[in-house]
């Protein structure tokens, strides 16, 4: 969907000249010469750089091999990419698809610690437009940005706006729970990004409405409200 909506955004534009953190896997095999290949019914989900440890070791290694075979190299850093083609079927998909379970079930939400943990979100098509802003772009080569939106949302609140959006009541649980290993606060600035022109259009409301109603169509689904 994200190469749909880059060439549906700027058709004549598109030409290899950019590498992404969660793409590196392709890039890697073109420069092997041997095909990129995933079990159908892997539960891997391909992110690459998603620990702080290993990023900044895989963003040198595609910056030298970007030089080393003359490929014009930016690198991006997504936030939580959100929107209507967000996955409907992996196990862990994220907060939005399990907030929107829970609000279509009538179901209470369990919320880990206390719901003031701050994310940062970014729409699928604001995705496609700032890979545009990189290409054929010299200003971008070599450099590495965040991709994200202005500002970042509490999961309590991001819980409670897709309750809103699926009309359901909201009824937070707190079992004083927490998620090992996953930091409190995940945030990002996209304020580097800026510098080639580019901005979100899209914000978390939006993404959420877009999500919501995918999923009402996928499931053939309605709230569950007496």
Known sequence: YLLSQTLHQRP???KIGFVSLSLVAWFDCWVAKRPFQIQSNSSVV????STIRR???IAQSKMLLG?????PTTILRYAIVSGAYKTMTKVYPGAI???TEKAFAQEPVPIHEDGEQL???LNIKDLGSAHLAGLNNSPAYFQIFNVAENHSIRLITLAEEVHRAVGAEFRPVFNKEFRQFTPRH???SGEKLKSLNWAPLFGIGES???YVEAFKRINNKSPHIP
């Open 12 to 14: 004549n534009r598109v």
């Open 46 to 49: 391909l992110f690459i750089g």
């Open 55 to 57: 990023e900044p070791q």
């Open 67 to 71: 030089r080393e075979f003359n490929v």
């Open 97 to 99: 698809k399990f907030f």
């Open 119 to 121: 994310r940062n979100f």
């Open 186 to 188: 995940w945030v990002m």
């Open 208 to 210: 959420v409405e877009e």
